[in-house]
C-alpha cells in the first residue's frame, strides 16, 4: 500500500452480513440475505454505499450462489467479522 492509499472501508473478506431492506430497497423482506464477503471490488459508488463480492450462503452456512451487490454502508447488519465472539463456543 502507498502512503497515499487509503484502507478500504467497510467488511473486511471473510465477514458475514444480513442483507435486508436497510442495506437496499432490492433487498426487501422476502429477498433478506446472509452474504459472506470475499471482496471489496474497486468499483465507483455513492457516498455511503459501497459494493461487495461474495456468496450467498443458506440457512445450514453453505455458499449457494456467488454474488455482486450495491449496499448501504449504514444499512449493513453486524458482525462483519467470521471470527466468534469471545466467551462464545464453536
Known sequence: MTATARPPIG???????????E???EFARSKRLTFR????PD?????????LR?????????AV????????????KRPWTAEPRPGSAR
Open 23 to 25: 442495506a437496499s430497497a
Open 11 to 21: 467488511p473486511r473478506p471473510g465477514a458475514i452480513l444480513l442483507v435486508d431492506e
Open 37 to 40: 464477503v470475499t471482496r471489496l
Open 65 to 76: 450462489e456467488q454474488r455482486e451487490i450495491h449496499v448501504r454502508l449504514s444499512g449493513l
Open 43 to 51: 468499483r465507483p459508488s455513492y457516498p455511503g454505499w459501497i459494493w
Open 54 to 62: 461474495g456468496y450467498v450462503l443458506n440457512r445450514s452456512g453453505m
